[in-house]
Nanobody, 117 residues
Framework: QVQLVESGGGWVQPGGSLRLSCASS????????WYWYRQPAGSQRDWVAQ???????LYKDSVEGRFTISRDNVNNMVYLEMNSLIAEDTAVYYC???????????WGQGTQVTVST
């Protein structure tokens, strides 16, 4: 079955960096786009970044220039490199893609990122 597992989160001081990973399995087709979302405590889930197999990326304004989404097709991984982290980046981070077979977005369990002193 299709499964996504996010990892790489943790605690980091403001100005620090983290690289989040999203391992995928059970996908028998090429995914045209991958996304990262985040959900701060007490807030709605919010889009952060997206990657297109056809080429190109797009970012939320507040993370533009600080975050980078990438894809490793050989190892079926999606990454989110986060630099110059600020307290407002604190959230549970999720990766997702659209499964055309079930016509639903697939989500993992998320990974917690905490930026604080």
């Amino acid at each position: 079955q299709v499964q996504l597992v996010e990892s790489g989160g943790g605690w980091v001081q403001p100005g620090g960096s983290l690289r989040l990973s999203c391992a995928s399995s059970g996908i028998d087709f090429s995914v045209p786009a991958w996304y990262w979302y985040r959900q701060p405590a007490g807030s709605q889930r919010d889009w952060v970044a997206q990657w297109y197999a056809s080429g190109g990326t797009l970012y939320k304004d507040s993370v533009e220039g600080r975050f980078t989404i990438s894809r490793d097709n050989v190892n079926n991984m999606v990454y989110l490199e986060m630099n110059s982290l600020i307290a407002e980046d604190t959230a549970v981070y999720y990766c997702t893609f659209y499964d055309h077979r079930t016509r639903t977005f697939v989500w993992g369990q998320g990974t917690q990122v905490t930026v604080s002193t």
